[in-house]
Nanobody
Framework: QAQLVESGGGLVQAGGSLRLSCVAS????????MAWYRQAPGNQRELVAS???????NQSDSVKGRFTISRDHYKKTVYLQMNSLKPEDTAVYYC????????????????WGQGIQVTVSS
């Protein structure tokens, strides 16, 4: 009914930048909160940043001032602009969205992307 497709990851040197994108595809009728999480080896998955349909943003203290989350409602897409990257930002980044899909009266549910690798070399 719906899929989250991420793009934009890769390898970058410390201090560099990357921009992640995630589009909600399929028969999508409404998207509420969208977010980015990350999981480094041996660690739990953690919230990086989230943005509601009204534009309210919540960010992890570890990325404040360096990462910016934004969204395009028409394109059903969320972005994560990552600047001043550090080796400790290395992780698999996952897109999250709470959305209604399939039929117009479907209940909202949580969706996850497949994950995309971000590697920051020192």
């Amino acid at each position: 009914q719906a899929q989250l497709v991420e793009s934009g990851g890769g390898l970058v040197q410390a201090g560099g930048s990357l921009r992640l994108s995630c589009v909600a595809s399929g028969t999508v009728f409404g998207v509420s909160t969208m977010a980015w999480y990350r999981q480094a080896p041996g660690n739990q998955r953690e919230l990086v940043a989230s943005i509601t349909s009204g534009g309210f943003i919540n960010q992890s203290d570890s990325v404040k001032g360096r990462f910016t989350i934004s969204r395009d409602h028409y394109k059903k897409t969320v972005y994560l602009q990552m600047n001043s990257l550090k080796p400790e930002d290395t992780a698999v980044y996952y897109c999250f969205a709470n959305l209604r899909a399939g039929t117009w009266d479907a209940s909202p549910r949580d969706y996850w992307g497949q994950g995309i690798q971000v590697t920051v070399s020192s």
